[in-house]
């Protein structure tokens, strides 16, 4: 039998993509040289001698907990993309370096040990996704679940009291809990489930209003439902970030799975209309917005720079190169330099290239999760990618903007860099994520050993996207043919381009006579039927 190969979009018979395991190995060790050079640099700017012990253990804790994150990809996720791993761990590594150095400035709470903890925990949760979750589509069954779970996780903190202004802890027993931080996966499994089943409903039905499409009430009221949440949460937890982090990620995928721009604006318009309206009557979230607007108006009523201010001050001490790390007066940021204002002490010793390389680093991050979205064949997949990606896009720019005074400040971690227990292990399991799904999207079609051919991973999801039934082979819509017709085979007309096939050769009792046969345009000799 002549091979076939099952997907023509498939590489070749017996080509197999590289798996880049090598690759990823030597930029984890050059991420983590980078990261133990910061130790170093901080440990002998400050106390002009060799390092202590401290620095030599991040540098080992951080080395141990690279080369298991790598054991696992290499066992459990051979294809996955190569460089999504270095950049976490690089950025683990530059924000456990920051927080090392600014433990200099409060000797009395130390943060660095407590987040090589957290750390530590979210590379073993990062390990058990990868173990466990061996096929990513199994998500899409719990996308209800995963909705309920989020509310949850949204509402409990509601019920204790406010930290700085927002009620977006719990706090037990001197453990802090930050739950939206797991909420926004979960929120995002569900969103992206929920827009591959309804796609073209959004995209296609419903009435036509000016040059916008709008769906059915049925399919309108979950965007509504969002956006109600999105506003709910702003309201009773006075957290800004977190609403717009959640309304921000559904606007995306909803452009992404419509392909209609129309929702971009919709969904600004909705976004702006909920701030305005809470920040006119939200006390909390007022004095952010003021701020924000005039950041030097402690200053003119002698009231001394608050925190905004002095983040100001930083960024413009930095310069181009910075003052170098540990030369920078970062105690003068106040309580939130180690989480909220942890940017502005980057910004201050590494300056705008210290901070363009960062940026950097996050734009690959996230160009990285959009390349794997772009590369899988299923629509909850693909949305899921660039769900995920975006998660990390929007908290960027929310904080970066919010420290830069782009936008008004709010109360949110930087992805890896900024101490929080909550966000860094959060962040490690969205790491897991994308790379399972990188995997997939880079893993080659089997290849079958008998006919040396490449068969699809899913004969079913093949069938479907080609329109066919995986039993037969046949197109879908084609209600009937030589297969499904129920007539005699001697009244049956012969197709003109079909002769017999060499396996089993012509029936004698409908096989006409070569001199006296039928003509092809009148059928078969009446005579010839039973």
């Known amino acids: 039998?002549?091979?076939?190969?099952?997907?023509?979009?498939?590489?070749?018979?017996?080509?197999?993509?590289?798996?880049?395991?090598?690759?990823?190995?030597?930029?984890?060790?050059?991420?983590?040289?980078?990261?133990?050079?910061?130790?170093?640099?901080?440990?002998?700017?400050?106390?002009?001698?060799?390092?202590?012990?401290?620095?030599?253990?991040?540098?080992?804790?951080?080395?141990?907990?690279?080369?298991?994150?790598?054991?696992?990809?290499?066992?459990?996720?051979?294809?996955?993309?190569?460089?999504?791993?270095?950049?976490?761990?690089?950025?683990?590594?530059l924000g456990l370096v920051l927080i090392f150095r600014l433990d200099l400035e409060t000797p009395g709470d130390r943060a660095a040990p407590t987040q090589l903890i957290w750390s530590t925990l979210g590379v073993l949760l990062f390990t058990a996704v990868i173990v466990v979750v061996r096929d990513h589509r199994t998500l899409?069954?719990?996308?209800?679940?995963?909705?309920?779970?989020?509310?949850?996780?949204?509402?409990?903190?509601?019920?204790?009291?406010?930290?700085?202004?927002?009620?977006?802890?719990?706090?037990?027993?001197?453990?802090?809990?930050?739950?939206?931080?797991?909420a926004k996966i979960l929120i995002t499994v569900f969103f992206a489930a929920y827009l591959a089943a309804n796609r073209a409903a959004l995209a296609y039905a419903g009435r036509r209003v000016w040059r916008m499409q709008l769906p059915t009430g049925r399919v309108l009221g979950p965007v509504v439902a969002i956006w109600l949440v999105s506003v709910g949460v702003l309201v009773l937890e006075r957290d800004l970030g977190t609403s717009l982090l959640f309304f921000g990620v559904f606007v995306v995928l909803l452009y992404v799975a419509t392909g209609r721009t129309g929702w971009i604006a919709v969904g600004l318009l909705l976004a702006a209309a909920g701030a305005v309206a809470v920040g006119s009557v939200e006390p909390h979230v007022h004095s952010?917005?003021?701020?924000?607007l005039h950041p030097l108006a402690s200053i003119d009523a002698g009231q001394g720079a608050s925190q905004l201010a002095q983040s100001l001050f930083a960024f413009?001490?930095?310069?181009?190169?910075?003052?170098?790390?540990?030369?920078?007066?970062?105690?003068?940021?106040?309580?939130a330099m180690k989480s909220d204002f942890i940017l502005a002490t980057y910004g201050e010793e590494l300056g705008l290239a210290g901070l363009t390389a960062l940026f950097l680093l996050y734009a690959l991050l996230v160009a990285r999760g959009y390349r794997a979205g772009l590369?899988?064949?299923?629509?909850?997949?693909?949305?899921?990618?660039?769900g995920l990606a975006s998660l990390l896009a929007i908290q960027v720019f929310v904080i970066a903007g919010g420290v830069m005074g782009l936008i008004p400040l709010t109360g949110m971690a930087m992805p890896f860099l900024a101490q929080g227990g909550s966000s860094v292990v959060t962040n490690w399991i969205i790491?897991?994520?994308?790379?399972?799904?990188?995997?997939?999207?880079?893993?080659?079609?089997?290849?079958?050993?008998?006919?040396?051919?490449?068969?699809?991973?899913?004969?079913?999801?093949?069938?479907?996207?080609?329109?066919?039934?995986?039993?037969?082979?046949?197109?879908?819509?084609?209600?009937?043919?030589?297969?499904?017709?129920?007539?005699?085979?001697?009244?049956?007309?012969?197709?003109?381009?079909?002769?017999?096939?060499?396996?089993?050769?012509?029936?004698?009792?409908?096989?006409?006579?070569?001199?006296?046969?039928?003509?092809?345009?009148?059928?078969?000799?009446?005579?010839?039927?039973?």
């Open 431 to 530: 790491i897991a994520l994308l790379i399972r799904l990188s995997d997939h999207a880079r893993a080659p079609q089997p290849i079958v050993a008998e006919t040396g051919v490449i068969a699809p991973a899913d004969p079913a999801e093949d069938a479907r996207a080609r329109g066919t039934t995986p039993e037969t082979g046949r197109e879908r819509g084609r209600e009937r043919g030589p297969e499904t017709d129920s007539r005699p085979e001697t009244d049956r007309r012969p197709e003109p381009e079909s002769g017999p096939t060499p396996e089993t050769g012509p029936e004698p009792e409908s096989s006409p006579d070569p001199d006296t046969g039928p003509d092809p345009d009148t059928g078969p000799d009446p005579e010839a039927r039973p």
């Open 316 to 335: 413009s001490a930095g310069g181009m190169l910075g003052t170098g790390l540990a030369e920078g007066h970062s105690a003068l940021i106040g309580f």
């Open 1 to 93: 039998m002549t091979p076939t190969r099952a997907d023509p979009d498939a590489p070749p018979p017996g080509l197999r993509l590289p798996q880049r395991r090598g690759v990823e190995l030597a930029l984890l060790v050059g991420a983590v040289l980078i990261s133990a050079y910061g130790y170093l640099d901080v440990e002998l700017t400050r106390s002009n001698a060799l390092p202590s012990g401290a620095a030599l253990r991040y540098g080992a804790g951080l080395a141990a907990l690279a080369l298991l994150a790598h054991l696992a990809v290499r066992w459990r996720a051979r294809y996955a993309d190569p460089l999504l791993l270095p950049i976490a761990v690089l950025l683990n590594g």
């Open 288 to 292: 952010r917005v003021h701020d924000w």
């Open 375 to 386: 590369a899988l064949r299923d629509p909850f997949g693909r949305l899921l990618a660039v």
């Open 140 to 182: 899409q069954r719990y996308a209800y679940v995963s909705a309920a779970a989020a509310l949850v996780l949204m509402v409990v903190p509601i019920f204790f009291p406010a930290i700085n202004g927002a009620k977006i802890w719990i706090r037990v027993a001197g453990f802090s809990f930050q739950p939206g931080e797991f």
